[in-house]
């Protein structure tokens, strides 16, 4: 089972400010199959980032996910204040196909 | 629009049983693999169980496996969880998902006596 790990565990920064979240797997990712979510409390996740960099429909280019292997990160430029949330990387590439997620990353004002 | 809506969530003793369904629309059901995720209160998200677009290959997580078994209706476009020997940890918001894709709004599941 592949293993993610996120830091920090909690990110303080100001709207303006950029963040940047880390997403560290314990053995290589397959087809950069690792997606970014942000959840809100109380709403379903939602996807940002698939295949390590791509962003899903409606995500600003605010926000942009890079690496591969082992090592992933997602990036937000400008933060806005409906940015303060959870996310969460999941890889999805694995076989057999157990797709785990991180602990996740808080985001807070 | 690719829809995906959970059902069956509820009240269940410790030890007791619960089925979840998840009924799709707006997507060739046979075509996809499906998978569950919950996430109990306050926690991270749980990747649960997964089944394969032919329904015949299933994979769990280590804390589901012997309890639940996930499976496909495809007559009904809807994925399935069956969930015996409940315990009190399995209390949470249940996701169906097509990952990374597409999400369902989650039904609660609460395990208490």
């Known amino acids: 089972e592949i293993v993610l790990t996120q830091s920090p565990g909690t990110l303080s920064l100001s709207p303006g400010e950029s963040a940047t979240l880390s997403c560290r797997a314990s053995e290589s990712v397959s087809i950069s199959s690792l997606a970014w979510y942000q959840q809100k409390p109380g709403h379903t996740p939602r996807l940002l980032i698939y295949?390590?960099?791509n962003r899903a429909t409606d995500i600003p280019d605010r926000f942009s996910g890079s690496g591969s292997g082992t090592d992933f990160t997602l990036t937000i430029n400008r933060l806005e204040p409906e940015d303060f949330a959870v996310y969460y990387c999941q890889q999805y590439g694995s076989s057999p196909p157990m797709y785990t997620f991180g602990q996740g990353t808080r985001l807070e004002i | 629009e690719v829809q995906l809506v959970e059902s069956g969530g509820g009240l269940a003793q410790p030890g007791g049983s619960l089925r979840l369904s998840c009924a799709t629309s707006?997507?060739?059901?046979?075509?996809?693999?499906m998978n569950w995720v919950r996430q109990a209160p306050g926690k991270g998200l749980e990747w649960l169980a997964y089944v394969s677009s032919s329904g015949t290959n299933r994979y769990y997580a280590d804390s589901v496996r012997g309890r639940f078994t996930i499976s496909k209706d495809d007559a009904k476009d809807s994925l399935i969880l069956q969930m015996n020997r409940l315990r009190a940890e399995d209390t949470a918001v249940y996701y169906c998902a097509i990952i990374p894709y597409f999400w369902g709004q989650g039904t609660l599941v609460t395990v208490s006596s």
């Open positions: 295949g390590a960099s």
């Open positions: 707006g997507l060739t059901f046979t075509t996809y693999a």
